[in-house]
């Protein structure tokens, strides 16, 4: 019997899996990703099935579709081990991942065969038809799956994870998903906008899941972040003596002991971590971070150890150009690249590599804003070109997006305008610009009081002329 393929294709968009929860490969390394998942089966144990039915997915957008078939097969071995009471509840996502790849493999009939199994099992299940069924644990898995696709996805991941609570509010691995989406929310909004409650989810997550020290390490890193650093060092050291040698755990603690300016400890526990997982972008970064850091203490000593610098530039520069090539789209990592090659004087790659970042599409508003305000940093300190500067913080201060990026450049370009003028050194172009930045701030009176400045000093420019015209217009 021959299968219609648009018959069959309508049936796939009604399963819950990962191919139909728009996971983008665009917002991801896959390498990275595929790394990152791999490490976890290693060290972790009770994620295989989440990590398994993931795994396909990069298989397949990898090319690799047998590849992916393999790891199904071990999600199923995984189910019978760990669920063998809820076989059919447990394997809905991986036997909608298998029908997806099977379709893509261009094998109808067992493509077919998986979409019935889901939609028998979930009339079993269900009172509802259409293998549309509303279970926590695939609101919980689609919420991992989120988690690992990057910031643009944590707001979803967070709501799934709440719903799953929803019928199950004290399960441990819920609980664990929702605190950990909720710190990811908490730290993209790191420098205001809206403070998500993630303090009192670590904390619940951490009593229901007392050997996930992956929770402990957040709960410190949040604590700090409050200026309680003391109390959150307990939860590090105990994270230690409970797991000393799980990577995930031991990322986030260098983390910590970096931000307390223990760089030492930080590289230490680092360098310990990358023999583990040897191809980490996350620990790649944070070991050029601490080198970064290194850097700016000894060139600010009286003495600087010219040697000493240049191997630690060295350093530095091979760790985030691995982070950078594992993930493509680590655009953070760019930024910190091109200030490094500034602090040792070479400008020209500086320039290179802030080029080719700002010239990438795939870039989101709020990190846009982010690199514009460590070009505008580098063209003012190290460029001594202020002009510059002021020129790529407006662009930031264009973007309509409300992000830490562009506080900072607003910030900054305010500091320069004001000193300029507050010296005697302003002149109407500095007023007039000044008026701009107040104006794509939505301080009107503030622009409009500018504008006039500027028309006084200047009283045939048309420019300010329109521009104030226009503002009087919209009050």
């Known amino acids: 019997s ?11 968009l009604q399963l819950e899996c990962h191919f139909t929860w728009t996971l983008l490969e665009k917002d991801v390394g896959l390498e990275a990703l595929e790394e990152t998942i791999l490490d976890h089966i290693k060290y ?49 996502v991986t036997w909608g991942n298998y029908a997806w790849i099977y379709y893509h493999m261009q094998r109808y009939e067992e493509a077919q065969a998986y979409v019935s199994k889901v939609e028998n099992s979930c009339k079993k299940l269900s009172s509802t038809a259409h293998g549309k069924i509303q279970l926590p644990e695939i609101y919980a898995e689609q919420g991992w799956s989120l988690l690992r696709f990057g910031n643009k996805y944590f707001k979803r991941a967070k709501d799934c994870f709440e719903n799953a609570l929803k019928s199950e509010p004290d399960n ?4 664990a998903g929702y605190a950990i989406a909720l710190y990811r929310l908490d730290y993209a909004a790191r420098f205001g906008e809206q403070r998500t409650p993630c303090l009192e989810a670590l904390k619940r997550a951490a009593e229901l899941n007392p050997m ?6 957040l709960l410190a890193l949040k604590l700090q972040r409050l200026q309680r650093g003391d109390e959150g060092e307990r939860y590090i050291e105990e994270g230690l003596q409970k797991t000393p040698d799980f990577p995930v755990f031991l990322r986030h603690a260098a983390n910590f002991y970096r931000k307390k ?121 190290h460029m001594k070109s202020e002009s510059k500067a002021i020129k790529y913080y407006i662009e930031s201060l264009k973007m309509e997006e409300d ?16 000193q300029k003028i507050d010296s005697g050194l302003g002149d109407a172009t500095d007023i007039g610009t000044l008026g701009l930045v107040h104006n794509l701030n939505g301080k009107k009176q503030e622009a409009i009081e500018c504008y006039k400045k500027a028309i006084a000093l200047d009283p045939n420019n048309e420019d300010y002329q329109n521009a104030l015209a226009e503002l009087q217009l919209s009050i």
Do not use: W
């Open 2 to 12: 021959t299968i219609s393929k648009d018959s069959l294709k309508t049936s796939l």
């Open 44 to 92: 972790v144990d009770e994620y295989h099935i989440v990590d398994y039915n993931i795994l396909s997915y990069v298989c397949h957008l990898k090319n690799s579709n047998e590849e992916a078939l393999r790891s199904l097969r071990k999600a199923e071995e995984a189910i019978q081990k760990h669920h063998p009471g809820e076989l059919a509840r447990r394997s809905l």
């Open 172 to 175: 441990p691995d819920f609980n």
């Open 212 to 217: 996930n020290t992956t929770i402990l390490a």
């Open 261 to 381: 300016g223990k760089v030492n400890k930080a590289v230490e526990i680092l360098r310990k971590t990358l023999e583990l997982t040897p191809n980490s972008v996350f620990l790649h970064h944070q070991l050029g971070l601490c080198y970064k850091f290194k850097i700016r203490q000894l060139k600010k000593a009286r003495y600087t150890p010219k040697e000493k610098v240049e191997n630690l530039i060295q350093l530095a520069i091979f760790h985030f150009k691995t982070a950078i090539n594992k993930k493509p789209v680590f655009f953070t990592a760019y930024a910190d690249l091109g200030n490094l090659y500034a602090l040792g004087e070479r400008y020209e790659e500086a320039e290179e590599i802030f080029q080719e970042v700002l010239q990438r599409n795939d870039l989101s508003c709020s990190e846009k804003q982010e690199i514009y305000f460590n070009y505008g940093k580098f063209q003012h300190l």
């Open 403 to 418: 992000s830490y990026g562009r506080k900072m450049c607003s910030e900054a370009v305010q500091t320069l305008l004001k």
